[in-house]
């Protein structure tokens, strides 16, 4: 079985700060896919950004952009240039290639202060 | 695109009744649907995988009975909370897999919050 593994439970930052959240992962699979999703106080949940295990380049989209370790099972977001609305709970996520669920990290509440 | 709609938002409810909540794929067929429960300051929790034209398979200390899931078509499953209790009480969420990215990627409802008096 798959686990995620979310080390840092709150984090602030200033607005316009650089913030990194952590994530590790334990699973015997090759292939498979990692996500990071916000969930703001709305409670909706919003695909941030994806990565592909076969590829070797870190994804990006806009201000977030992730660290993908796969020799050390490791999967770090990175929020630049932080805004008031990345307030938000985000959790990480790991999903094999051939399976179909979902497995969440326990999450990390991020607080960006003005 | 890769919208998926919930209804209803929030819900109360007295104990004894079922509650019906839908989870809809607004602009992308999804075959495979998933319902989760959150509770305060914690992750999700898959309760079940909903498959279109077969049977839900439910995650291990699940009621089936309890929480019957119907997947009808290919853009529409729904929750049934039967004999709520109070300690069904909690925000449930659904997913739908697909979109613009393929099927590899879950797109999330905004949620329903469910209290049980």
């Known amino acids: 079985a798959q686990t995620v593994t979310q080390s840092q439970p709150e984090m602030s930052v200033q607005e316009a700060e650089t913030v990194t959240l952590s994530c590790t992962y334990d699973?015997?699979?090759?292939?498979?896919?990692l996500f990071w999703y916000k969930q703001p106080p709305s409670r909706q949940m919003i695909l941030v950004i994806r990565?592909?295990?076969?590829?070797?380049q870190n994804a990006t989209e806009n201000r977030f952009s992730v660290n993908f370790q796969k020799a050390a099972k490791s999967f770090s977001l990175k929020i630049s240039d932080s805004q008031l609305g990345d307030t938000a709970m985000y959790f990480c996520?790991?999903?094999?290639?051939?399976?179909?669920?979902?497995?969440f990290g326990g999450g990390t509440r991020v607080l960006v202060k003005p | 695109g890769a919208v998926v709609s919930q209804h209803p938002s929030r819900v109360i409810c007295k104990s004894g009744t079922s509650v019906k909540i839908e989870c809809r794929s607004l602009?992308?067929?999804?075959?495979?649907m998933f319902w989760y429960r959150q509770f305060p300051k914690q992750s999700l929790m898959l309760m079940a995988t909903?498959?279109?034209?077969?049977?839900?398979?439910?995650e291990q200390g699940v009621e089936k009975d309890k929480f019957l899931i119907n997947h009808a078509s290919l853009t529409l499953s729904t929750l049934t909370v039967t004999s709520a209790h109070p300690e069904d009480s909690s925000f449930y969420i659904c997913s739908a897999r697909g979109g613009f990215r393929g099927t590899d990627t879950q797109y999330f409802g905004p949620g329903t919050r469910l209290t049980v008096l």
């Open positions: 996520a790991f999903m094999t290639a051939a399976g179909n669920k979902l497995t």
């Open positions: 699973t015997s699979e090759n292939n498979y896919y």
């Open positions: 990565q592909e295990a076969y590829k070797q």
């Open positions: 602009d992308f067929q999804a075959t495979t």
């Open positions: 909903s498959n279109e034209g077969s049977k839900a398979t439910y």
